[in-house]
């Protein structure tokens, strides 16, 4: 081989192999993303990237603000969108989606971190950021009136409904304007999960509406993101609460029926509802056993404010008219139980706890709108009527005594 030859075969093989090692470096390179930021106020803080996972939060990398109060992180993109958080050791939270190799940048300062930010790409990051607002008022919302229930200004009753009409406006305002609105979007998929003091706002194996809220966004994501996992976890628990809802109902249905039936043969027998409840002592008392005696039957909150001075017109009257016939069967919707069982103790009177409190039925069967709700009952086991005006209580008693 001549030397022109050697060198011809030595740069061949110098090319191969800088072909080969260009071609491992390009097959071990992945697509990244950028995040990138200017904090005022933080040079020297330390700054986390969360990837907020499926299976909870996931810590990717973290940096130290620099001395320009800056940070740049560098993270693998997936192959569908990601939702991720910035954090501080505060635990204040910029919450965004990636979408795919993109740069997100953003704006804020150290002491309002989370509060008051700007982010770009705005586009579904924008949303999730009013819907981070939304969340956090609400949660401030909700802390209050944990705040009242714990010193004892708002009864369990009341606390019970104020949460629940907090939570459904809420709710109500998600799906009305971020979920219904835009179903195809990635800020509707992170609406779904929002929580708050670690109540899941969003579940569709427990609420029908819930149900159509996941079956709207699936659908959108199953068809742009077929083979994410998150596709395929949501098109799961929208049909795990569809299959749900269907069984729910058909046992409502039936229920439904079963009490009409039976509610109509208790009223031609007995004249009442029947109501079958255990004392503090896990001792039963129904209705129907105080045939023969005039029965004032009250649903309460021993827990409320008017409690106290409720029981005392109560014990007034009981002991005017014990002695002639006069019962009263008081049933507690606490969810205190040791509370109840304690307030309770010296009460003369059949005192009972339905554990279902203000979800039981019994409430619907009794048209219990109010709390303290009272109902009369004569010595012939017949309803008599639902006493709304506390001045004509005793009066209506003494008539059927």
Same mark, same amino acid.
């Given at each position: 081989?001549?030397?022109?030859?050697?060198?011809?075969?030595?740069?061949?093989?110098?090319?191969?192999?800088?072909?080969?090692?260009?071609?491992?470096?390009?097959?071990?390179?992945?697509?990244?993303?950028?995040?990138?930021?200017?904090?005022?106020?933080?040079?020297?803080?330390?700054?986390?990237?969360?990837?907020?996972?499926?299976?909870?939060?996931?810590?990717?990398?973290?940096?130290?603000?620099?001395?320009?109060?800056?940070?740049?992180?560098?993270?693998?993109?997936?192959?569908?969108?990601?939702?991720?958080?910035?954090?501080?050791?505060?635990?204040?939270?910029?919450?965004?989606?990636?979408?795919?190799?993109?740069?997100?940048?953003?704006?804020?300062?150290?002491?309002?971190?989370?509060?008051?930010?700007?982010?770009?790409?705005?586009? =579904?990051?924008?949303?999730? @950021?009013? #819907? &981070?607002?939304?969340?956090?008022?609400?949660? $401030?919302? %909700?802390?209050?009136? *944990?705040?009242?229930?714990?010193?004892?200004?708002?009864?369990?009753?009341?606390?019970?409904?104020?949460?629940?009409?907090?939570?459904?406006?809420?709710?109500?305002?998600?799906?009305?304007?971020?979920?219904?609105?835009?179903?195809?979007?990635?800020?509707?998929?992170?609406?779904?999960?929002?929580?708050?003091?670690?109540?899941?706002?969003?579940?569709?194996?427990?609420?029908?509406?819930?149900?159509?809220?996941?079956?709207?966004?699936?659908?959108?994501?199953?068809?742009?993101?077929? =083979?994410?996992?998150?596709? @395929?976890? #949501? &098109?799961?628990?929208?049909?795990?609460?569809? $299959?749900? %809802?269907?069984?729910? *109902?058909?046992?409502?249905?039936?229920?439904?029926?079963?009490?009409?039936?039976?509610?109509?043969?208790?009223?031609?027998?007995?004249?009442?509802?029947?109501?079958?409840?255990?004392?503090?002592?896990?001792?039963?008392?129904?209705?129907?056993?105080?045939?023969?005696?005039?029965?004032?039957?009250?649903?309460?909150?021993?827990?409320?404010?008017?409690?106290?001075?409720?029981?005392?017109?109560?014990?007034?009257?009981?002991?005017?008219?014990?002695?002639?016939?006069?019962?009263?069967?008081?049933?507690?919707?606490?969810?205190? #139980?040791?509370?109840?069982?304690?307030?309770?103790?010296?009460?003369?009177?059949?005192?009972?706890?339905?554990?279902?409190?203000?979800?039981?039925?019994?409430?619907?069967?009794?048209?219990?709108?109010?709390?303290?709700?009272?109902?009369?009952?004569?010595?012939?086991?017949?309803?008599?009527?639902?006493?709304?005006?506390?001045?004509?209580?005793?009066?209506?008693?003494?008539?059927?005594?």
């Amino acid at each position: 081989m001549t030397n022109k030859q050697t060198n011809h075969m030595k740069k061949l093989h110098w090319g191969i192999a800088s072909l080969i090692t260009a071609c491992l470096f390009s097959c071990n390179s992945k697509p990244e993303f950028c995040v990138k930021g200017d904090v005022i106020n933080g040079q020297g803080e330390t700054i986390y990237l969360v990837a907020s996972k499926q299976q909870g939060p996931i810590l990717v990398d973290s940096t130290i603000i620099d001395a320009n109060n800056t940070f740049t992180f560098n993270a693998q993109s997936t192959n569908a969108p990601e939702f991720y958080r910035l954090q501080t050791k505060s635990n204040q939270i910029i919450n965004f989606v990636v979408d795919s190799t993109e740069t997100i940048r953003i704006q804020t300062d150290y002491n309002t971190f989370g509060g008051d930010y700007k982010i770009t790409p705005t586009k =579904n990051n924008q949303e999730i @950021k009013a #819907l &981070t607002h939304l969340q956090m008022n609400l949660q $401030q919302q %909700m802390n209050k009136l *944990n705040q009242k229930a714990k010193t004892k200004h708002l009864g369990t009753f009341i606390y019970q409904e104020e949460m629940n009409k907090l939570i459904s406006a809420y709710k109500e305002n998600i799906r009305r304007n971020y979920i219904f609105k835009a179903p195809n979007t990635l800020f509707a998929y992170f609406a779904l999960f929002q929580s708050a003091n670690g109540y899941t706002l969003f579940n569709a194996l427990n609420s029908k509406q819930d149900a159509k809220c996941f079956g709207a966004v699936a659908t959108s994501f199953s068809y742009k993101y077929p =083979n994410s996992s998150r596709a @395929k976890s #949501l &098109t799961s628990i929208t049909l795990q609460g569809l $299959q749900k %809802m269907r069984i729910a *109902n058909r046992q409502a249905e039936a229920a439904k029926a079963q009490r009409k039936n039976s509610s109509k043969i208790k009223i031609e027998e007995t004249g009442i509802i029947n109501l079958k409840l255990k004392d503090r002592d896990g001792v039963f008392h129904q209705l129907t056993d105080l045939k023969g005696k005039t029965v004032l039957l009250d649903f309460t909150v021993y827990e409320s404010n008017n409690s106290t001075p409720h029981n005392f017109m109560l014990r007034d009257l009981y002991d005017k008219y014990a002695a002639k016939g006069f019962e009263i069967y008081q049933v507690s919707l606490d969810n205190d #139980l040791h509370f109840w069982k304690t307030i309770t103790d010296k009460l003369p009177w059949i005192t009972v706890h339905d554990p279902h409190g203000i979800y039981s039925t019994n409430l619907k069967l009794y048209n219990v709108k109010n709390i303290p709700s009272l109902h009369l009952i004569n010595k012939e086991n017949e309803y008599v009527k639902h006493i709304t005006d506390l001045k004509t209580l005793e009066k209506e008693i003494k008539k059927q005594l």
